[in-house]
């Protein structure tokens, strides 16, 4: 177990269910963190928690049942946690999803109606529900996973750049408040970005074996970045956009 600034805090983890996610509540456990899971598949979470929890037995992980997509769900959320644990130190923002087309012309709406929900409702449910949570910490972190396309959209990816684009703006508002109530000495909490071109793991390389996945990142060192964020003052990675990836 770690004795870093991890060690001790209370982090919540949305999506927790994914490979990113398994191997974000390893990194965070082993870093003696308090993790508390959720994912909208519930088996998928309890194995990812349970490999989390068997792998570093010392670690206090869970996983709890949460709608991202309704805002008082995201609240009672953040308030159970604060309530149980004491406090809220991070929000590790990993729900995720892609939609795409052929060609611009042929880019479906019902896509971005998806995507919409999928990628800017829950971020903008999490951050409002954990924002005051997050700076009443000594060391809250909003840590959103984000990805190169919305910084250079290519031209079958209009629903899903704009979507990420409109992530990243929201994320970085929460940390213009985070800066605005740090005041003259600076943010005590954060919000962050990483951004990633893709990511891959193990399963995609077995399925794969003669790809070369170039410019993803593994989801491993995902893990270790987001652990990362904070072993850094906030105000060095408030309202940053931290490339895992080369720059588009």
Do not use: C
Not at 89 to 114: C, I, N, P
Not at 170 to 177: E, F, G, S
């Amino acid at each position: 177990m770690g004795n870093g600034a991890l060690d001790g805090a209370v982090i919540a983890v949305a999506g927790a269910g994914g490979p990113a996610g398994r191997a974000t509540l390893m990194r965070l456990a082993e870093a003696g963190a308090v993790v508390i899971g959720s994912d909208n598949d519930p088996e998928r979470l309890a194995e990812a928690v349970d490999a989390a929890s068997y792998a570093h037995g010392g670690a206090t992980v869970v996983g709890d049942t949460v709608d991202l997509l309704d805002r008082q769900s995201a609240q009672d959320w953040a308030t159970r946690i604060e309530k149980d644990f004491g406090r809220v130190d991070g929000l590790v923002h990993l729900v995720g999803g892609w939609r795409g087309s052929e060609t611009f012309a042929r880019t479906s709406l019902d896509d971005w109606d998806f995507l919409e929900m999928l990628l800017i409702r829950t971020v903008a449910h999490t951050s409002l529900a954990f924002h005051e949570a997050l700076q009443r910490s000594d060391r809250g972190r909003y840590v959103l996973i984000s990805a190169a396309g919305a910084s250079k959209p290519t031209a079958g990816n209009a629903a899903y750049a704009a979507a990420k684009a409109a992530a990243e703006a929201w994320t970085l508002a929460m940390a213009d408040y985070f800066r605005k109530a740090g005041g003259e000495s600076g943010p005590t909490s954060a919000a962050a970005i990483l951004v990633v071109k893709a990511l891959v793991h193990d399963a995609m390389r077995a399925e794969r074996p003669n790809a070369k996945f170039a410019g993803f990142t593994d989801v491993k060192d995902l893990a270790e970045a987001i652990a990362d964020v904070w072993e850094r003052p906030a105000a060095e990675v408030n309202g940053q956009r931290l490339w895992l990836t080369k720059k588009p």
